[in-house]
């Protein structure tokens, strides 16, 4: 029997789709996703299979013009994790792709726009051919979408195209069966019903970071982050976990807590269940809201995910 193994990396614009595809393609949920823009942070990675190959794919934080420090650091991973695999995908919004050419078009569109020429002129100079999917076609009628791949195709740098929805599931077989057939020939890199490799702790945090952002994503735009402070296995079988939200500024401690702390608690409730899914125990989980005006310039925090600082 021939095994394969190998790594294939999904970048795009913030908001294409991409963890939503590599959950999709692993079926199961390793990466998390909201409606918000720069939901991930850094690479995550999924193991999925098909057949005798292993595909172990590389979830990225949006391309962007960045500015702060955190955005840098998310961007320059982003282009890590393709340097580095064996395939990539570049998942572009086809929705945002369209909206953005009408007139009147939001920002929203015309930044993702945007952010699809930088990472074109990106794979352009980097001399790598890369599979393009267009995704989030539901929706979307055919012919609208068919310009709109000439379009891209043009540009040179793909060698092949797809047309998915990472969502409801459209064309994501075809595209799995194509990356199970370009991984290198090798020993599987992971066990076989192994899907997640992030550390439980960091897991766990990102489940509730997700349900925060789900929640307060329009009062609160950027400037959170969830930290495990404690995770203890009891001898009851559960696990107790403990949980540090920081925001920036004393004005959203009140955001996050809501109205007799109904928010905080929303958060907790959601995480807890799907952390009592995750780890196949009952969860003790307690939140605690800190502010911390320089979270996003904290060395630790960025050696934890493994997130470059010096950039
Ligand atoms: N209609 C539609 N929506 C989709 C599809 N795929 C993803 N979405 C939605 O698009 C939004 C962003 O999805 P994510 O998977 O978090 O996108 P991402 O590219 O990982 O985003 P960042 O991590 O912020 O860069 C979510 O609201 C998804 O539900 C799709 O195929 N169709
Ligand atoms: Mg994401």
Known sequence: ??????????????????????????????????????????????????????????????????????????????????????????????????????????????????DVQTIVEGLKTSGKKVILALNKIDGVKRERMLALVQGLYDAGVYSEVFMISAADGQGVDDLKTRLAELMPEGPWLYPEDQTADLPARLLAAEITREKLFLRVHEELPYAAAVETTAFQERKDGSVRIEQSIYVERESQRPIVLGKNGQTLKWIGQKSREELIELFDRPVHLFLHVKVDERWADKREFYGDVGLDFDV
Do not use: C
């Open 1 to 114: 029997m021939t095994t394969r193994a190998g790594f294939a990396a999904i970048i795009g614009a913030p908001n294409a789709g991409k963890s939503t595809l590599t959950n999709r393609l692993v079926g199961a949920k390793v990466t998390i996703v909201t409606q918000k823009v720069q939901t991930t942070r850094f690479p995550v990675r999924g193991v999925a299979m098909e057949g005798e190959s292993q595909i172990v794919l590389v979830d990225t934080p949006g391309i962007f013009s960045p500015r702060r420090r955190l955005d840098r650091a998310m961007v320059r991973s982003a282009w890590g994790g393709a340097d580095e695999a064996d395939v990539t995908v570049h998942l572009v919004d086809v929705q945002a792709e369209l909206a953005a050419a009408e007139p009147g078009a939001k920002s929203a569109d015309k930044r993702s726009a945007a």
